[in-house]
């Protein structure tokens, strides 16, 4: 690397660090408007207001480790989004607040499209989202330090790829399953469709990511269906707001703009007009 190189590289590292430590909204966040626009209106952009996100610890005297662990879920959640140094947050956790200095030696200036697509793919797989359809090789999708989401997810979510509950609001079977369960459970029917299965593991394409499953393989379900409650690794409305960024920032050559717009015809299909084919 030449003298220019590094050069150019410690202003950019200079110009982010400043962008960090503003604490405008960041990506993904309600109001971010992005690094590059920081620096066109030079740290003009609204500092969010502190965040306070108090849980109450419910621990019941005679059901401690059963509320004890409710309680720990529920701080869980709220511990998803990094705190500024301006948020009221009760834990004394500080790994939640992300200095700068936290990540100067981790960020690394990326000049080729191999690595941009690595590094997109590597933010997916955080996401617990498929890899995306530009990518050559997708081996290590399968790897299964990676591809661990089955177990963050319900088992009554698993359940559903073997059989249909056709009792009308009737959910409790498919959490009750057991050896003779046609005789148990006469309402419950297998499922015969190859493309129901939820631990998915083939090539991701367009095909995949905007089938519905009921004519071909689907890459994934609704994000509400595998998460309920939006308990997932992340907060849909964040994941929303980041792959839109991402889309209106991509020169197409990595198909961003397409994988977006799957994920809202996925999980707001409010917005798009249907039209069924023949």
């Given amino acids: 690397m030449g003298a220019t190189d590094e050069k150019v590289q410690a202003e950019l590292l200079s110009c982010f660090e400043s962008f960090w430590e503003s604490e405008v909204p960041r990506i993904g966040e309600d109001g971010a408007e992005g690094w590059n626009l920081f620096e066109i209106d030079r740290g003009t952009s609204n500092i969010p207001q502190p965040r306070t996100d108090v849980v109450k610890a419910n621990i019941g005297r005679h059901r401690v480790f059963e509320t004890w662990a409710t309680a720990e879920r529920l701080q869980t959640l709220k511990s998803r989004e990094p705190a500024r140094t301006i948020d009221e947050v009760e834990e004394d956790d500080p790994y939640r607040v992300i200095l700068f200095s936290d990540i100067k030696d981790f960020i690394t200036y990326l000049d080729s499209k191999q690595a941009h697509l690595t590094l997109l793919n590597a933010f997916m797989a955080f996401c617990r989202l498929p890899p995306l359809p530009s990518s050559d090789n997708q081996s290590w999708w399968t790897d299964p330090f990676v591809r661990n989401d089955g177990l963050e997810q319900s088992d009554a979510y698993h359940d559903q790829c ?21 005789l148990e459970y006469p309402n419950l029917v297998a499922r015969k469709g190859p493309f129901t299965f939820k631990l998915r593991n083939f090539p991701s394409s367009a095909e995949t990511l905007f089938s519905d499953g009921t004519r071909w393989f689907a890459q994934q379900d609704r994000w509400l269906d595998i998460y309920q409650g939006d308990v997932g690794p992340v907060k849909i409305d964040w994941l929303r707001r980041v792959l839109k960024c991402l889309a209106s920032k991509d020169a197409s050559e990595y198909n961003l703009a397409e994988y977006s717009l799957a994920f809202e015809w996925k999980n707001f299909p409010e917005g798009f007009v249907r039209y069924d084919l023949p």
Wanted: without cysteine; negative net charge; aromatic residues 10%.
């Fill in 162 to 182: 073997f059989f249909d509950d056709q009792r009308s609001g009737s959910k409790e079977a498919l959490t009750q399953l057991s050896v003779g369960i046609e």
